[in-house]
């Protein structure tokens, strides 16, 4: 085992442990809460190897960097997910890698997708991310719709050819009246998710928690978490 590749299995093994030891606070099972492993700015190399200790799922934020280390792994039986704020004019590439886009966030980028995923004859994953740090209208300051505008947009995702609505995402948010209480913030997207649900009983995704917090995602509901210096550590950034 090369020295990267131990180094990787050990820390996975850890952020297992904290995902286990979390699900069991919560009396949830383990197998409720799916790990997804955000690469970016790490190699394709690194995904390789973490394909080979059994990560199924990888998360990149910039079409730049994904889109080739994408294509330098898709021999590997890996579920892509889009995380970070999507540009319309990058919508072609990442619909052709991506399997979810968990940063949806304006009408505008929902017909976006849906041409380039028809064109490709794809279905695509989405998520709506909610900005839970925006005011009655506005965006959030790291993208997002705000609780208001969920509603809206998920009943344009649910219509849109190509599109499949799995639910919501968000980031901890850094200012306004959750900042500083990851767990609260959860809660109220957990709370909108239920909402959610009565009109698309489908979208089951919350995806939430990351390196620092997916405990407290774990035990508010989330069922998928993005985690990526605690698996990869700190390394140089490509480019």
């Not at 919560?26 to 200790?53: F, H, M, N, Q």
């Not at 966030?105 to 709506?128: F, H, P, Q």
Request: aromatic share 2%; charged share 25%.
């Amino acid at each position: 085992m090369t020295d990267r590749k131990t180094e990787l299995a050990a820390n996975l093994a850890k952020v297992e442990e904290r995902i286990t030891a979390a699900c069991v606070a919560a009396g949830r099972k383990r197998e409720e809460v799916t790990l997804i492993v955000v690469t970016k700015t790490y190699p394709a190399s690194d995904v390789r190897i973490l394909s080979e200790l059994g990560v199924r799922h990888v998360a990149e934020n910039r079409d730049q960097d994904a889109a080739p280390k994408a294509a330098a792994c898709s021999d590997l039986p890996l579920k892509w997910h889009f995380v970070g704020q999507l540009q319309t004019n990058k919508v072609r590439s990442v619909v052709g890698y991506a399997d979810v886009v968990q940063s949806v966030d304006r009408a505008r980028l929902v017909t976006a997708l849906s041409k380039e995923a028809v064109r490709a004859g794809r279905e695509i994953g989405c998520l709506i991310q909610v900005a839970l740090d925006a005011g009655e209208s506005a965006r959030g300051e790291r993208g997002g719709v705000a609780p208001v505008g969920i509603e809206e947009l998920a009943d344009f995702v649910g219509q849109a050819p190509g599109l499949r609505l799995d639910g919501l995402m968000t980031v901890a948010p850094l200012t306004g009246e959750y900042a500083g209480r990851e767990r609260a913030a959860f809660e109220r997207l957990m709370d909108l998710s239920t909402d959610l649900r009565r009109a698309h009983p489908a979208a089951t995704m919350v995806s939430a928690g990351m390196s620092a917090d997916l405990e407290q995602a774990v035990a508010a509901g989330a069922t998928h978490v993005r985690v990526g210096t605690a698996v990869l550590g700190v390394r140089p950034r490509l480019g």
